[in-house]
């Protein structure tokens, strides 16, 4: 048994599994109609805001496995679907950025900073074509990455980051982002403060719920859809209908947004968009194979590089990075879409997911058996057949098939997706809150649910209005839990040394980092004054 | 003294059957809230869920699951205490948070304020390291900890680290000891490194099967049935042990008719291992463990009257 049989066998297990039905004679198998059909799903899904990728995995899953059952042969069409699921929803996530202004997924928010004022120039077609082209790109590409370096990649990022050096990579990743993001390092500090607040309602290791004043209602803490869906969608939506009000109450009239001009993605422009698209998959790639740290970073900064990039290479008459440049589009849906391939790295080698699409390939894994994401997976055997690799080549073949969707019918549906901006706001905006909010009562069915998404949106809205970025909020919401865990843990494991953070060199230089990404940001900005 | 309990319980079992006559002609006033404690998608949430699809298929009830996760089952047991006791809401939680859990929090509640419906697994509980560690026992960890090299333990629950407490103390070494959250997360850690030894319930079967992963102990009063080898820790000088149970719980003072019905309706399922639930529990617990009636009250309230001795040893 060489690798070369492994990876047969598992292209194999993808095409010649339990068929479904056969066209013209030729069986088609029953993985290949899941990852087709997840695939659908995932841009339907991602073009919807409030029904990102992971929602669906989680309503997903439990169907799935019940009409499969417990067998090793529900793996490959049950994780195919999800697979399908994770590729369509970050193409489609992009589609309400840039037609609504609202982001479909959390990391395509920095889409809307490019896409909408494209869509208000009347370039909406374009600028699809722009974010498919790069999301595609950026996936393909993170995908033959993943594919070349699972087995060894993250056991090695692994061997050299230990518990002290994980917690500080943390701490260095929200100073950065609280920097980094809308521009003002005090407002990007209260947004994080805000989320990490937030996130420590109710959670913690003691029985007693912190911070919960008693409230059975908060004992539990907010659950992340609450947080994540209030604050960017419902927040943002509170917005558009305060911005709708106000100009229908100006002019009486609603804006409408009729495309206009060339539509179509040339050569030129390929050539002109190519560098902020290999940057940007290069970074997702990198921040997809470390565990933990996610896609809505990846986007940040690959939106951050492209940026200083476009600044000093733009002609003198293209519009600015947040005025519509087709590059901050392209820089942040090839940064996004370049973790989901990656984000397996660490998920195939050592089981640890780095995202909530992660998270649920791993738990369709467990619930079915058969396959154990960890170290065990890529021991390429000689003397018997190693079933798991065989499946994790079953994985790899699927996520080319959907790959190579992505690229035909992906982009045929994401162009289709343009009549959507003829449906008018005052139907959409209310419509969008209606699903928003029964996604979030799908997936936590308690009305409490309801009230906190009303209040992360409320509050939301508040920060919009006083321009403070609510992605550090969220970011900061996301890793918190994960952040007090690391820090317990690298207490505890370092046997109660409060100065962990410091004692370890790896760490006290992510830590001097930490410091010195915020005195940096901030007296850059003291110099214009 | 465990063993004449545990003897007790298995006669009690006996007597929970004569009176499933008494329960045949049970129905449920409404649709039944099934509320799960562990997180969604997870092997116990897909545990909870497929039993009550096989109950739906086969008495004609209906479920309305709903997690309830969060302080160790704590959160679900509030809710769940005010819950209508006619059969009408039910609980999955571990035997933990109505012993130890509910002693050590403090939290106003016993176990008398519920009803105890059936247990449906056990854990197979060891005390896991990776095989390239280099501790092909749990005497050569003990060496490598006398020796002076750090020991970082991983458990998942607070009354696993009171455990992982007096192993050391009564071995004479100090480990490092490890909050983690879930079986998943202990494993993840030995398995990068972050720990060297840790609890796990069950997880471990595959890796300990293919050569990765060894059990160096027994975290329960019997050997475990992978290893038998493994000392238990009643013979590493631990008189507790980690022994538990799934367990499916009502609000206090549930009608017996209900509650016969409900627990026999419940191990009947998790007993055949040709149902969905039957399958995955023989796959992923080690197969059935279905304690109910009268064994199951007094299991609870020794767990829950064992837990005050173990928090007391532990703080010592």
């Not at chain 1, 309400?96 to 809307?112: E, K, Q, R, S």
């Not at chain 1, 953070?501 to 980092?513: D, K, Q, R, V, Y």
Request: charged content about 15%.
């Amino acid at each position: 048994m060489g690798t070369f049989d492994y990876i047969l066998m598992g292209i194999q297990a993808v095409f010649q599994g339990p068929a479904l039905f056969s066209i013209l004679g030729v069986s088609i198998s029953v993985t290949l109609v899941m990852i087709f059909g997840g695939f659908l799903t995932g841009i339907a899904v991602g073009a919807t805001p409030g029904l990102a990728g992971p929602v669906a995995m989680a309503i997903a899953l439990p169907i799935l496995i019940s009409v499969f059952g417990y067998t090793p042969d529900a793996l490959l069409p049950v994780m195919g679907f999800l697979i399908g699921i994770m590729k369509g929803a970050t193409i489609g996530g992009a589609v309400p950025a840039i037609l609504f202004n609202t982001p479909g997924t959390p990391d395509a928010f920095m889409t809307t900073l490019d896409g909408y004022p494209m869509t208000k120039r009347g370039k909406a077609k374009k600028a699809l074509r722009v974010a498919h082209f790069a999301s595609a790109s950026g996936d393909t590409f993170s995908d033959i990455v993943l594919i070349i370096c699972a087995p060894f990649l993250a056991l090695m990022v692994e061997a050299y980051l230990d518990l002290p050096e994980k917690t500080a990579l943390l701490i260095l990743s929200l100073s950065f982002i609280a920097t980094v993001i809308g521009g003002s390092a005090a407002k990007g500090l209260i947004s994080t403060g805000l989320g990490l607040l937030a996130a420590y309602i109710g959670t913690g290791e003691d029985f007693y719920p912190r911070l919960s004043m008693g409230q059975p209602a908060l004992s539990q803490g907010f659950p992340i859809a609450t947080a994540v869906l209030g604050v960017l969608i419902i927040g943002a939506v509170l917005k558009e209908l305060e911005d709708l009000w106000r100009r229908k109450r100006d002019s009486g009239t609603l804006p409408e947004h009729r495309d206009k001009g060339d539509q179509r993605l040339r050569g030129a422009d390929v050539r002109r968009l190519l560098p902020y698209i290999g940057r940007s998959a290069l970074i997702g790639t990198a921040i997809g194979a470390l565990p933990g740290i996610g896609s809505t970073l990846a986007a940040t900064l690959g939106y951050t590089v492209g940026k200083s990039r476009y600044a000093r290479k733009k002609r003198p008459d293209a519009p600015e990075f947040g005025q519509g440049a087709a590059e901050g589009i392209a820089a942040t849906e090839a940064a996004n879409s370049s973790v989901s391939g990656a984000n397996l790295i660490p998920v195939l080698s050592l089981g640890i997911p780095g995202n909530a699409a992660a998270v649920f390939l791993i738990l369709a894994a467990e619930s079915i058996g058969g396959f154990n994401p960890g170290p065990s997976v890529f021991r390429f055997t000689t003397d018997s057949v190693n079933p798991e690799l065989v499946v994790a080549f079953g994985l790899f073949t699927a996520m080319m098939i959907a790959n190579l969707l992505n690229w035909t019918v992906g982009g045929l549906f994401m162009r289709s997706m343009g009549v959507m901006i003829r449906i008018p706001k005052h139907v959409l905006l209310p419509s969008v809150l209606l699903l928003t909010l029964t996604a979030i009562y799908v997936q936590e069915t308690r009305i409490e649910a309801i009230w906190f998404a009303l209040g992360f949106g409320v509050l939301g809205y508040l920060m919009r209005a006083v321009a403070i970025s609510p992605l550090p909020f969220v970011i900061a919401f996301i890793l918190g839990g994960k952040l007090e865990e690391n820090a317990r843990q690298a207490f505890a494991a370092t046997g109660g040394d409060p100065w962990f953070l410091f004692t370890n060199p790896g760490a006290a230089i992510l830590m001097a980092m930490a410091l010195a990404v915020i005195i940096l940001t901030s007296r850059k900005q003291k110099d214009p004054a | 003294m465990k063993r004449i309990f545990k003897a007790g319980i298995a006669a009690l079992g006996a007597v929970v059957v004569a009176t499933s006559a008494f329960a045949a002609d049970w129905t449920p006033p409404g649709p039944i809230k099934l509320m799960i404690g562990f997180k969604a998608g997870g092997g116990a949430d897909t545990q909870a869920r497929l039993i009550a699809e096989e109950l739906e298929a086969r008495m004609g009830w209906k479920f309305i699951p709903e997690q309830v996760t969060g302080k160790g089952g704590l959160n679900l047991a509030n809710a769940l205490k005010g819950q209508p006791n006619d059969g009408t809401a039910i609980g999955l939680v571990v035997t933990e948070t109505l012993g130890y859990n509910m002693a050590a929090a403090n939290a106003g509640m016993t176990p008398d304020d519920f009803t105890g419906l059936t247990t449906t697994a056990g854990f197979q509980m060891g005390v896991v390291a990776r095989t390239d560690k280099g501790w092909a026992t749990f005497d050569d960890m003990i060496a490598a900890a006398k020796a002076g090299q750090d020991v970082r333990f991983g458990a998942m629950s607070p009354k696993l680290a009171d455990l992982a407490y007096l192993l050391g103390k009564a071995q004479g070494v100090d480990f490092n000891i490890v909050n983690v959250k879930g079986g998943k997360g202990v494993m993840n850690g030995v398995n990068a490194g972050d720990l060297d030894v840790g609890f796990m319930a069950g997880i471990q079967t595959k890796g300990v099967a293919a050569g990765d992963l060894v059990n160096l102990a027994s975290a329960l009063s019997v050997p475990l049935v992978q290893t038998p080898e493994a000392p238990t820790f009643g013979d590493l000088g631990v008189e507790f042990s980690a022994d538990g149970y799934f367990v499916f719980i009502g609000p206090a003072g549930m009608p017996d008719d209900a509650r016969a019905a409900l627990s026999n309706a419940i191990s009947s399922v998790v007993s055949d291992d040709s149902t969905k639930a039957g399958g995955l529990i023989k796959k992923a617990f080690g197969g059935p463990a279905a304690i109910s009636g009268d064994a199951l009250t007094e299991l609870l309230a020794n767990d829950y009257a064992s837990a005050g001795a173990l928090l007391d040893a532990a703080s010592e």
